[in-house]
C-alpha cells in the first residue's frame, strides 16, 4: 500500500472515516483545511442538511 500511494518513512497520511472503512490518502494540507470547512458548515446546518436528507 505504501508503495502505491508513494509513501515514504515519516511521510504524512490524511485517515478519512467513511462508511465503508477508512481511507488512507497522502497528507495534504489544502484537503484537510476543505474537510475542517465542510465539518463546520455539516455542524451549523445540521437540521437543514437532515430536511435535504428526507
Given at each position: 500500500?505504501?508503495?502505491?500511494?508513494?509513501?515514504?518513512?515519516?511521510?504524512?497520511?490524511?485517515?478519512?472515516?467513511?462508511?465503508?472503512?477508512?481511507?488512507?490518502?497522502?497528507?495534504?494540507?489544502?484537503a484537510?483545511?476543505?474537510l475542517?470547512?465542510?465539518?463546520r458548515?455539516?455542524?451549523?446546518?445540521?437540521?437543514?442538511?437532515?430536511?435535504?436528507?428526507?
Amino acid at each position: 500500500m505504501a508503495d502505491r500511494l508513494r509513501l515514504e518513512a515519516g511521510d504524512r497520511v490524511l485517515a478519512i472515516e467513511t462508511d465503508r472503512g477508512i481511507l488512507l490518502t497522502p497528507y495534504d494540507p489544502e484537503a484537510e483545511r476543505a474537510l475542517k470547512v465542510a465539518a463546520r458548515a455539516a455542524t451549523k446546518y445540521r437540521n437543514a442538511l437532515r430536511a435535504l436528507a428526507k
